[in-house]
């Protein structure tokens, strides 16, 4: 008899980063276990009510389920770390429960409360996943416990190399619209580019805190387009038609969607050495840049644009390491560490 996983998503009928890096693994795993998808609220302190009400809901519907595996979507910051702690406490606890951390803020442990409700949640947890080996070094500076511990990837859905046939040079910027994940610092960038401006095209998709300020300091740049939050099905053909993507981010995140997409489809990715980047990409499938810093963005730019042999050379070198990230190979990773934490190895 297939073995039930129970897997948490905060929205399951709706669009989301964590929905997209793991729907397609979920699909490959079908054949394996039986896969139950149940909703995990956000939380929100501006609305604690409401929050509180959704997650005792979670905590009620989860109870009543009986699984081999708990799979919950998570991340390591101040917001989850009370919301996990809260639900943990009350769970009744009807099998083995796994966390996977898409993003982190080890810092937070400094504080003792938050490091008396992280113990507890270990105590209650029989594996925890990292996206990237930084993040699962720095938890484990506060909690050592090696044998909870995976690193584990997200997925994306097999690519397929794609040769642009239009003359106009297009970057991709897709994000949350915030000031750490290096928006402001690709738009001043683009005033330092000592390239022909009209044969230039800035897309900048996403939603964000910042996302009407950057519209209105792009209104009198004409290659820089904002288009704000569209689905991901629309994404699609911005990822297949740009020259590279622009991430030069320094928020608290593991291993953003946007650049296993852009492997996928063989894309030159301009990023920070940071986290999951630092962990799987190297100067062979990307330029690396400082955090904060225009000119070097407009350096790396400016060399993929002059340098079409160099530029095909990342892109080939991207689609040949996005294979590690299908999500046939992540099931695999996903199918040994749920059969650990299982069976208790």
């Given at each position: 008899?297939?073995?039930?996983?129970?897997?948490?998503?905060?929205?399951?009928?709706?669009?989301?980063?964590?929905?997209?890096?793991?729907?397609?693994?979920?699909?490959?795993?079908?054949?394996?276990?039986?896969?139950?998808?149940?909703?995990?609220?956000?939380?929100?302190?501006?609305?604690?009510i409401?929050?509180?009400?959704?997650?005792?809901?979670?905590?009620?519907?989860?109870?009543?389920?009986?699984?081999?595996?708990?799979?919950?979507?998570t991340?390591?910051?101040?917001?989850a770390v009370?919301?996990?702690f809260?639900?943990?406490?009350?769970?009744?606890?009807?099998g083995?429960?796994?966390?996977?951390?898409?993003?982190?803020?080890?810092?937070?442990?400094?504080?003792?409360?938050?490091?008396?409700?992280?113990?507890?949640?270990?105590?209650?947890?029989?594996?925890?996943?990292?996206?990237?080996?930084?993040?699962?070094?720095?938890?484990?500076k506060?909690?050592?416990?090696?044998?909870?511990?995976?690193?584990?990837?997200?997925?994306?859905?097999?690519?397929?190399?794609?040769?642009?046939?239009?003359?106009?040079?297009?970057?991709?910027?897709?994000?949350?619209?915030?000031?750490?994940?290096?928006?402001?610092?690709?738009?001043?960038?683009?005033?330092?580019?000592?390239?022909?401006?009209?044969?230039?095209?800035?897309?900048?998709?996403?939603?964000?805190?910042?996302?009407?300020?950057?519209?209105n300091?792009?209104?009198?740049?004409?290659?820089?387009?904002?288009?704000?939050?569209?689905?991901?099905?629309?994404?699609?053909?911005?990822?297949?038609?740009?020259?590279?993507?622009?991430?030069?981010?320094?928020?608290?995140?593991?291993?953003?969607?946007?650049?296993?997409?852009?492997?996928?489809?063989g894309?030159?990715?301009?990023?920070?050495?940071?986290?999951?980047?630092?962990?799987y990409l190297?100067?062979?499938?990307?330029?690396?840049?400082?955090?904060?810093?225009?000119?070097?963005?407009?350096?790396?730019?400016?060399?993929?644009?002059?340098?079409?042999?160099?530029?095909?050379?990342?892109?080939?070198?991207?689609?040949?390491?996005?294979?590690?990230f299908?999500?046939?190979?992540?099931?695999?990773?996903?199918?040994?560490?749920?059969?650990?934490?299982?069976?208790?190895?």
């Amino acid at each position: 008899m297939k073995k039930t996983i129970l897997f948490t998503l905060s929205s399951p009928s709706k669009d989301s980063a964590i929905k997209t890096a793991e729907i397609c693994t979920l699909e490959q795993l079908k054949n394996e276990y039986k896969i139950r998808i149940i909703s995990y609220g956000d939380f929100y302190f501006n609305n604690i009510i409401s929050a509180l009400k959704k997650l005792y809901k979670s905590v009620k519907d989860i109870s009543a389920i009986k699984y081999d595996l708990l799979h919950v979507n998570t991340a390591y910051d101040k917001k989850a770390v009370i919301r996990d702690f809260i639900f943990l406490l009350l769970l009744k606890k009807n099998g083995k429960i796994f966390f996977k951390y898409h993003g982190s803020k080890p810092f937070i442990a400094k504080n003792i409360i938050f490091r008396f409700f992280t113990r507890v949640i270990i105590r209650r947890i029989d594996g925890f996943g990292f996206l990237s080996n930084d993040e699962m070094l720095q938890y484990k500076k506060w909690f050592i416990n090696d044998r909870k511990y995976y690193i584990i990837k997200n997925s994306v859905k097999d690519g397929k190399f794609i040769s642009k046939s239009s003359s106009v040079f297009r970057i991709l910027f897709i994000g949350r619209v915030i000031k750490t994940k290096g928006i402001l610092d690709l738009i001043q960038s683009i005033d330092l580019l000592n390239i022909d401006k009209n044969n230039l095209h800035v897309d900048i998709i996403g939603d964000g805190e910042l996302l009407n300020n950057i519209k209105n300091m792009c209104t009198n740049i004409e290659c820089i387009e904002v288009h704000g939050r569209i689905s991901e099905f629309d994404a699609l053909k911005y990822y297949k038609n740009c020259d590279l993507l622009v991430l030069p981010t320094y928020h608290d995140e593991g291993l953003p969607n946007v650049v296993l997409k852009s492997l996928s489809f063989g894309k030159p990715i301009i990023t920070t050495r940071i986290r999951g980047m630092k962990h799987y990409l190297n100067d062979e499938n990307a330029i690396f840049v400082k955090r904060e810093s225009p000119s070097e963005i407009a350096r790396a730019i400016e060399k993929l644009y002059n340098d079409y042999s160099f530029r095909k050379k990342i892109a080939m070198n991207n689609f040949k390491l996005a294979p590690i990230f299908y999500a046939q190979n992540v099931a695999r990773e996903y199918n040994a560490i749920y059969r650990k934490v299982i069976s208790n190895e």
